[in-house]
């Protein structure tokens, strides 16, 4: 099947849409893929909610007027592809993500984006998961493994959205979690202190040092005991930011940047990779990259280095398991969730 896959992440920057050719099993063609930044007023209005996505109800007026129109930025994006296709796979974007109490929310409007774009639509990819108690994330790691099909093993893939999630794929183990903060915090950080969206190519971070006694209060988080499969909402972290509050901005960005880095470092895995393989925004981060790579032994190299494109990876996976929504194929097994066995889910909505 040809299948756009589209992405909004936790960095709430803007959709992500890629084609790709698969049959949800192996993948035997990329194509074209671009990013469609959100206007600077829909990506306030989408943060907004997520400060009161727990008390948000199903038919609030706010909501449902911020869902329509970032699914209108969603099928602007599949026009500004422009290339035929079958399907599409629509993530949608996550406002809420608690697991333990069974809840997972993505907020999208998949009717109107199969009217918008006259095709069929594959979404709710999360809910079945976390139904059955499995955490619902990472999602990646089946695509992860196909691309990765290939390569010597063990390796790592390590996704630096707004929260950070790894996979490590062995012989014939597949082991994935989120590790932590990605670039969420920093993100937020640079709003706060600059009214920039980001740390622009980690110049504020690569200015500064990073505060060795707030690091180790921040790395004190019962998260980082909990054994893999785990999993976060992008708001789990917010208390570091009042912690490096007092700090100069060069070096609170630094400490924000090394906590990401040393987050992935403190996942536990059967062995080390023989790479780690880095993928997501954060790769465009060199002090995030220079802080990861003074936490492992082996290289630490963007996706690129093996041909994959990283702008693009995680909206060509939910191509990839729109294909296999559409095929009935397990989206998540033990190993990158907890949830009990090898679970499919998904629904499909005619244009």
Request: charge should be negative.
């Given at each position: 099947m040809r299948i756009i896959g589209l992405m909004s992440g936790t960095s709430l920057d803007g959709v992500d849409a890629a084609w790709l050719e698969t049959d949800g099993e192996t993948v035997q063609d990329t194509g074209p893929a671009l990013t469609l930044p959100y206007p600077a007023t829909l990506r306030a209005e989408l943060r907004a909610l997520l400060d009161r996505a727990d008390r948000l109800?199903?038919?609030?007026p706010n909501l449902l007027a911020v869902t329509r129109d970032m699914t209108l930025h969603?099928?602007?994006?599949?026009r500004a592809l422009g290339t035929p296709a079958d399907m599409i796979g629509f993530h949608g974007q996550t406002i809420l993500h608690r697991p333990a109490e069974r809840r997972t929310w993505q907020i999208g409007d998949a009717a109107l984006l199969a009217r918008e774009t006259g095709l069929p639509v594959a979404w709710d990819f999360r809910s079945a998961d976390v139904a059955a108690g499995g955490h619902g994330a990472p999602l990646v790691p089946l695509y992860h493994a196909a691309l990765a099909a290939h390569l010597p093993r063990p390796v790592a893939v390590l996704n630096i959205g707004g929260v950070?999630?790894?996979t490590w794929i062995g012989e014939t183990e597949l082991l994935a979690c989120d590790t932590g903060p990605g670039n969420a915090l920093l993100d937020d950080f640079c709003h706060g202190h600059l009214g920039e969206p980001m740390d622009r190519d980690g110049r504020l971070a690569a200015a500064g040092t990073p505060h060795g006694a707030t690091l180790l209060d921040l790395l004190d988080h019962e998260f980082f005991a909990r054994p893999a499969p785990k999993s976060l909402d992008r708001q789990d972290f917010a208390y570091a930011l009042p912690r490096v509050a007092?700090?100069?901005?060069?070096?609170?960005a630094a400490t924000l940047a090394a906590f990401t880095a040393h987050a992935v470092a403190a996942t536990p895995w059967p062995t080390p990779p023989l790479r780690l393989l880095v993928t997501g925004g954060g790769r465009h981060n060199p002090a995030i990259m220079a802080a990861l790579r003074g936490q492992f032994d082996c290289p630490v190299e963007p996706v690129e280095s093996v041909g994959w494109h990283g702008d693009a990876l995680e909206a060509q996976c939910f191509a990839f398991l729109a294909a296999r929504v559409q095929r009935g194929l397990p989206l998540s097994v033990?190993?990158?969730?907890?949830?009990?066995?090898?679970?499919?889910?998904?629904?499909i909505t005619p244009p």
């Open positions: 109800a199903a038919d609030d969603h099928a602007k994006a599949v950070a999630n790894l007092g700090l100069d901005p060069h070096h609170a033990p190993g990158t969730t907890g949830v009990p066995h090898p679970m499919p889910g998904g629904r």
